[in-house]
């Protein structure tokens, strides 16, 4: 039976539970009018609606967990099953087809040893989703049972109420902390088995980036992962050349929204410049390759450097600036509208002039807001895949020179975990190990803008 139709059936049985607790709760008031009762009426649904639904919902997902294996179990011990391999492929691909057919996924199975199977597989599926619909059924009547006999006049059903919403509510906001975590463990799993083969210095200052998949993975050369020229990289697409173009235009896009745009074109502009934020990355990775990127080779040509290639760190960097603009004139606009008017007031008293004022006043005052804005720009930046792929090449250079091809950390890491190569082998590792000193600078940076924006709540809230 499908996971589906029991949490269906425990929301029509919390439903049911809902619809008598409250009218149970209304008999209470009816019987004594003078009485009050300690919770609403409300209270005292919910109250037993969450007992129905919330242990016959968490059983319904343990049962789909558990069912398939349960169902694999029944067939096998079928005397039919007799003639399957003991193991491998061709046994599950049996099973699987037999399953298929059982449950009209599939008209007919193309192993004819599986024909024998489809009848053990419905009577076991049948079986199996009558047991779980039964202790579904049992488990609701049993917990809606109980709160329903709890329910009295004096009972606080409000506080049971808002306490198990406060659980939900803290459950919810350990997931992201949770599962930062448990990406942090995996990544140092992986990264401590990589530098048990490869030295941390070799890694972390080696100026040479050549992993050999088909290598020896028992002595693997340390000269061949030198990440330095890929953390440069991504440095100098993601925070130099993108910055140097999202930083100039977000921040005078936003003084121009708040300082001299009118409301009518501020509610064009705004919206039209925040649809960047929505592009998906791909699409400004073939307006790279396809336009930017022969622009540049074009116009490098055209003032003659004749080694101007189509793949360079300019072309990509240009359009990740251009991508993360909405962030930093977001950012940029939410901290000068947020400092106070009187200040601004203040200086146009004393004779400022409006430029003045914005570069004298509003821009220190909204500094903190910003820098935050341009942290979060950079930590967006330096993660950003795609582009790198399109536009920047694959090469991985320790030069200055924006006109070569360049490569990044996260294009690395998409092309050592692509493909048939080993978990064991250590050009494959150097991936999780890639990741794993990503991940600890972008947590940096979050870190630092969050701070930032601290610092700005405290002073203009």
Known sequence: MSPAILLLLALGLGLVGWLAARARAWSFRRADPAGRLTSLPTYHAWYVALWVVVPAAAFALVWNGISPQLIAQSVLADPAAADLPPFGMQRDTMLSEARAVATGAAPAVFNPGAAGLVDPFREAIGRFSAIGLAVTLLIAFAGGTYAFLRLKPDFAARTKVERTVMLALLLASLVAILTTLGIFASLVFETVRFFGMVS????????????????????????????????????????????????????????????????????????????????????????????????????????????ASSESALAAGLVMGVMIIPFVSSMADDSIAAVPQAMRDGSLAMGATTNETIRRVLIPAALPGIVAGVMLAISRAIGETMIVVMAAGAAANLTANPLEAMTTVTFQIVAMLTGEGSFDHPATLSAFALGFVLFLVTLALNFVALRVVKRFREAYD
Request: hydrophobic residues 50%.
């Open 200 to 307: 941390p210095v070799d890694f972390l200052f080696g100026t040479h980036w050549g992993p050999d998949p088909m290598g020896n993975a028992d002595n693997p050369d340390p000269s061949r992962y030198g990440a330095l020229p890929l953390f440069w990289g991504t440095i100098y697409i993601g925070a130099v050349i993108a910055m140097i173009v999202a930083i100039p235009l977000g921040l005078m896009s936003a003084i121009y929204l708040t300082q001299y745009a009118s409301p009518r074109w501020r509610s064009w502009l705004k919206p039209a410049l925040e649809i960047l934020a929505g592009v998906p990355t791909v699409v400004y990775g073939y307006f790279a390759a396809l336009t930017v990127a022969p622009f540049v080779r074009d116009a490098a040509q055209s003032i003659g450097i004749a080694n």
